[in-house]
Structure formats: C-alpha cells, structure tokens
C-alpha cells in the first residue's frame, strides 16, 4: 500500500487523495492533444508528449534541458541534426570545440557538451551500439555517469527507451506542495505517482476507453502536470 501524505484544499476547494485522482483531474484539462486506441495504434510516438519520443535524440535533449527551456534546447538539437550528428557515433568523436559551438545557445554549453560526448563515448565502449544500450541498460548505469541525475535518467528511460517509469520533478514538487502533500524527495514523489496508477489501473483503462500501457500512462502523466504547472504559473 502507497504511504498516506499530509493533504489539504486548494484555492479551488479540490481535494487530491491519490495520484490517480490527480490524473483525472489533469485529463479533464484537455492539456495534451486527445489520446484513444486508434491513435495509439497508427501514431504511437506522438503520443508520448516529448518530441520525438522512443529515439536517441531524448537522450540528448534530457540533458540539454537541465536548467534551460525547452525552446533553446529545440533550436540545439535542430543544429545537431542539420550536421548529420545525432547519433552516437558522431557524437563520440566530434572535436568538443565544434560540438560546444553547435549548442552554445543553451545553459552551461560546455560542461553539457563534455557530459554528452563523454556518455555516448560510455555507451559504446559498454554496450557497443544504441541497440543493445537501449535493451540492457539499467537504472543504476545511468545514474553512474557525470551529469545524470534521478529525473533526467527517468526521462530517458521513460521518453526515451519506453521504460515504466515516471518521471518526479520540480513541476511535481510544486503541484503536489499545491495540494498540501509534503513529500521531500524524489523518490517519495516518484512512488506516490507510481503507486496510486497501479492501484487503480482498472480505473485509468476506462478512463481512456482502451488498456493503455503503463509506459504510455506514465509519460502522458508526466506531461500533463508539466503543463498545467506552466499553463496556472505554478
């Protein structure tokens, strides 16, 4: 059973009691473009909410974006793929000079550069391509390497190679602390999303109308308390 959290009333008098009621409420929102089976059957990687879901490219953008808004991060990776580099390889060998100038335009360009070369260098000396990196990487592997915090390794796992894992951040902390729950790390806020989900998944399939995967779930979730926190200025 989900550990209990202290709650209280918002300003609009909604009380949350559980992740899963929390995720109806967001749904309700219409904040994320409709999702039924036959869209998930015929568009299943825009429907992850992270652009280009399911692909290398979330492996660079997850640390693109520390500290740096997504636009900036979007015109970085545009400059990657208009020079043929976003894939592994590529980004293992460029001269670091010319890789910092291709992302200067986001925060801390240098160290993110080192960071990203260094991982991908990483990945192909354990793993020897994208392929097997994305079928046997761990939790733990990821978290070793320079740079990859818990919310940036679940955003690759979860966004990038489609893992059940949800992704806990300062949206998620701001949100929740909105609704009086006073859960102070991220793995506390991680499990209280997680839990009340698989608790009541029955509940979440008739509230999509089809059983949608947990991956799926997680990072449609994930989404939605992103951007009702931008949309309320939370």
């Known amino acids: 059973m989900c550990k209990e959290s202290k709650k209280s009333k918002t300003g609009m008098n909604l009380r949350i009691a559980n992740s899963y009621e929390l995720l109806e409420f967001l749904k309700a929102q219409n904040l994320l473009p409709p999702l039924d089976v036959k869209r998930f059957q015929t568009q299943k990687q825009a429907c992850w909410w992270w652009p280009n879901a399911l692909s290398f490219e979330v492996i660079i953008g997850a640390i693109l974006v520390q500290n740096t808004r ?18 592994l390889e590529s980004l293992g060998v460029i001269p670091l000079v010319s890789l910092q100038s291709l992302i200067q335009n986001v925060g801390f360009y240098r160290q993110k550069a080192e960071r990203i070369q260094r991982l991908c260098q990483n990945i192909l ?13 761990s939790r733990e592997w990821l978290l070793s390497q320079k740079g990859i915090g818990e919310e940036t390794c679940d955003a690759i796992l979860c966004y990038g190679l489609g893992r059940e894992v949800m992704v806990a951040d300062r949206y998620t902390y701001k949100l929740l602390r909105s609704y009086g729950y006073t859960l102070e790390s991220y793995c506390d806020l991680q499990e209280w ?15 999509y109308g089809f059983q949608i995967p947990l991956n799926l779930l997680f990072a449609r979730f994930h989404g939605k308390i992103v ?8």
Do not use: P
């Open 125 to 137: 000396a354990s793993f020897g391509d994208y392929e097997s990196f994305c079928a046997q990487v």
């Open 70 to 87: 997504w636009e900036q991060v979007s015109s970085a990776l545009e400059s990657l793929k208009n020079c043929n580099l976003l894939d």
């Open 227 to 234: 951007e009702y926190c931008k949309q309320h200025k939370i």
């Open 193 to 207: 999303l997680e839990c009340g989900i698989t608790e009541n998944y029955d509940k979440v399939c008739a509230l």
